[in-house]
């Protein structure tokens, strides 16, 4: 599946079929601002708001049914 957009250093963790990519930066070494998601059933990418301060190489985890 190609990626919505390109970064790089994103995070990412996979919950309840969904795979997170979080953050990074972009062409420039710009911080990448949307999420994207990739539910795994279907093969559909899906943008999600950009967290609240921008991540590059960062961790993503979940926990408990959340991201953290």
Do not use: I, N
């Amino acid at each position: 599946h190609t990626l919505p957009r390109g970064r790089v250093h994103p995070s990412a963790a996979v919950l309840d079929g969904t795979l997170y990519l979080v953050g990074g930066s972009g062409a420039a070494d710009d911080p990448v601002g949307p999420t994207d998601a990739l539910d795994l059933t279907t093969g559909q990418w899906v943008e999600l708001p950009a967290p609240a301060r921008p991540r590059v190489m960062a961790d993503l985890v979940t926990f408990g049914g959340k991201l953290y």
